[in-house]
């Protein structure tokens, strides 16, 4: 350590400023530390701390991370040992920017809630969900209706694409032909067959992001309810065909805490019969108000979705390099993120395509990517920190100033004396107010 020492330059500067006691521009970042170095044979020190010199910081950042410790334990463990000036920011930097760390890392919170815009009209859009298999071989293929919020659900043998169209195409030809169809990416809803039937009535189809279910949150809500009902049919030993055909028609004659009105109403114009009597109502204006209530309805879900979820905006860009989630772990230990990191190519909201160097591209949701922390990350992050750095000026351990006694910083604090704990009786302490002490200005904050 000592022959590097000397070989540094600016090491070799403080030490010959302490003997001539003339501190210049170029050493300015030890020039709040001076009362407390001090020159052994060799070594630089501050205290008793070691100084290390700027060719073996790196070394001694990368002995600190053995085990790989946190940003304050790293810290911790050299504030004891060794000292340099920026320290500690190099520490944050070393340890932030570690590849290892960051794939099995945390990942980053969901951004917050974005609130859909209902569709222009009732049936323009659907969204679709397969529900299964359930334990009869059966699954479901559940539609929703987002702007009327009227359910269609199909008990199908086969989920296959055939399959699929075998049931739209009449239900579109009995309720109309719309305009989106919404569905996630599963290959039954990816196919050619699937696109070829889109087009011969003229859809759009879309798809959701993958691995992420809320996307399509509302068919996702009624799969739960759903869930339920089926459930209890198993429980009861019931018919759970019948039971499901009788909890979507009440679903679809009950008023919908999103819109005020029942998803019947909105789409049909008019109320289904219950087997409770009830006095017909007029339903004009009723686009305006289900507007307005589905607003206030989402908005009220976004604020307890953020709050809970505690969601933070996503500050990728185009060509940030990132870390994608292993959404497919083969067991526990399978690390959180793939190591190889991914390119942003594209970003639509929370819906980001990343690219991987072997060419192939990925969507994902702005959660399941990290953005990866580089050197260069870390530098332009901390630019407008360098000018504040030089300006601090960093506080000494409590150990070291009971050592270092009669240091004198040119700035005098006001003394408490210390009581006399040989008497067995406590004596007020009697001194001046603070107002009519001396102070000498000082600007510069303390930190460490």
């Known amino acids: 350590m000592s022959k590097h020492t000397v070989s540094d330059p600016i090491l070799a500067e403080v030490k010959e400023t302490l003997q001539t006691g003339r501190w210049n521009d170029a050493i300015k970042k030890f020039t709040p530390f001076k009362d ?27 002995l600190a991370h053995i085990g790989h410790p946190g940003i304050e334990r790293s810290k911790q463990r050299l504030r004891s040992k060794v000292w340099w000036p920026t320290m500690d920011r190099d520490v944050e930097k070393a340890v932030r920017t570690s590849l290892d760390c960051q794939v099995v890392g945390k990942a980053a919170p969901p951004e917050p809630m974005a609130i859909r815009e209902l569709p222009q009209k009732p049936w323009e859009d659907l969204h679709l969900d397969i529900l299964g298999p359930l ?32 049931r739209l195409r009449p239900l579109f030809m009995r309720l ?30 879309r798809h959701t992001t993958p691995y992420w279910p809320q996307a399509n ?18 429980l009861n030993q019931s018919d759970w065909k019948k039971d499901l055909e009788e909890y979507n028609y009440v679903y679809a004659l009950t008023p919908h805490p999103a819109t005020g009105y029942s998803p019947a ?26 507007r307005d209530n589905d607003r206030r309805y989402k908005f009220k879900s976004k604020v307890h979705y953020d709050a809970v979820k505690r969601t933070k905006e996503s500050n990728l860009r185009i060509d940030d390099r990132v870390l994608m989630k292993n959404l497919n772990p083969a067991n526990k230990l399978t690390p959180t993120f793939h190591s190889e990191p991914a390119r942003v190519v ?37 630019a407008e920190e360098d000018d504040v750095e030089e300006t601090l000026e960093w506080s000494t351990p409590l150990n070291q100033q009971r050592e270092s006694p009669g240091s004198e910083s040119g700035k005098r604090t006001p003394s408490v004396p210390e009581p006399d704990l040989s008497s067995t009786k406590m004596k007020r302490q009697i001194r001046k107010p603070l107002r009519f002490d001396d102070y000498v200005l000082d600007e510069i904050h303390n930190t460490e």
């Not at 293929?141 to 169209?165: A, G, N």
């Not at 060419?359 to 580089?374: E, V």
């Open 176 to 205: 109309g032909v719309p305009k989106i169809l919404l569905a996630d990416n599963a290959r039954n809803f990816t196919s050619k067959e699937m696109e070829d039937f889109c087009g011969e009535f003229g859809l759009t189809l």
């Open 265 to 290: 109403e909105i789409l049909f114009g008019r109320k289904f019969r219950d087997w409770i009597p009830q006095l017909s109502q007029s339903s004009q204006g009723l686009n305006d108000e289900v």
């Open 346 to 382: 594209q970003k639509q909201g929370n819906s980001i395509v990343v690219e991987t160097p072997a060419g192939q591209r990925y969507r994902r949701n702005s959660s399941h990517l990290k953005k990866l922390q580089t050197q260069e990350c870390t530098e332009t992050d901390h």
């Open 217 to 234: 949150g509302e068919v996702e809500r009624q799969n739960r309810s759903i869930l339920k009902i089926l459930r209890i049919a198993e």
């Open 36 to 62: 407390e170095l001090y020159c052994c044979r060799e070594l630089l020190l501050r205290g008793e701390r070691l100084i290390v010199p700027n060719s073996l910081q790196k070394r001694v950042l990368r």
């Open 135 to 166: 334990p009869s071989g059966e699954s479901l293929l559940v539609i929703i209706d987002p702007y009327s919020r009227y359910k269609v659900i199909e008990v199908m043998r086969q989920t296959t694409t055939s399959d699929i169209i075998a």
